[in-house]
């Protein structure tokens, strides 16, 4: 794993304390204002101690500053960073920053959406899928829905655009596939 991957896994672990993200979602509510760790303690029902501890890790982390003047405010870029570090990650993340026009049916690394049927980008999904499985040989179905469930989770539907869009051919029985047509050099 890395640095930057074991950072957003220790900020989205750092945010289940239940304390720590009611104290994060305090802050964003205060916005620019910022609170002070008094008045934290007193919106969050919590002993001064519980507070101060959510409030140094939100700093550590950088979800939060604090001033000299005690007053604390959030950062919620550190929040953005976290997520787009896990996003980064993601098995398509590489290939999908080829398909721009493709990114709005994407959500943190998931096919979220699909094109409309008789939409041009649906045998460009087909294609961006295509390059993802990068199929060399013949595989059984199982094998498929492993690979296209790292990125979906309508594997039987987006199985099925592949075979109708030709990026992706199935034996008479439908228990086999392979590469459709080929890939364009790029």
């Not at 959030?74 to 787009?84: D, I």
């Amino acid at each position: 794993m890395s640095m930057e991957a074991a950072r957003a896994a220790d900020v989205l672990a750092q945010l289940s304390d239940k304390t720590r993200l009611l104290a994060f979602a305090e802050l964003v509510r205060r916005g620019a204002e910022g609170v002070t760790l008094a008045e934290l303690t007193y919106a969050l029902d919590v002993p001064l101690p519980k507070t101060g501890d959510a409030l140094a890790r939100l700093v550590a982390l950088g979800l939060a500053t604090g001033t000299g003047n005690g007053v604390y405010r959030v950062r919620p870029e550190g929040l953005r960073e976290a997520a787009a570090a896990v996003d980064r990650l993601q098995p398509i993340a590489a290939l999908l920053a080829e398909y721009p026009q493709l990114r709005a049916n994407f959500s943190h690394g998931r096919l979220a959406t699909m094109p409309p049927t008789l939409s041009e980008r649906t045998p460009l999904l087909g294609e961006l899928l295509a390059r993802f499985l990068a199929l060399d040989g013949l595989y059984g179905e199982d094998e498929i829905n492993r690979r296209l469930a790292e990125v979906t989770d309508d594997v039987a539907g987006v199985r099925r655009m592949m075979v109708d869009t030709g990026w992706l051919e199935r034996d008479r029985a439908g228990t086999t596939y392979g590469p459709g047509r080929p890939l364009p050099v790029g």
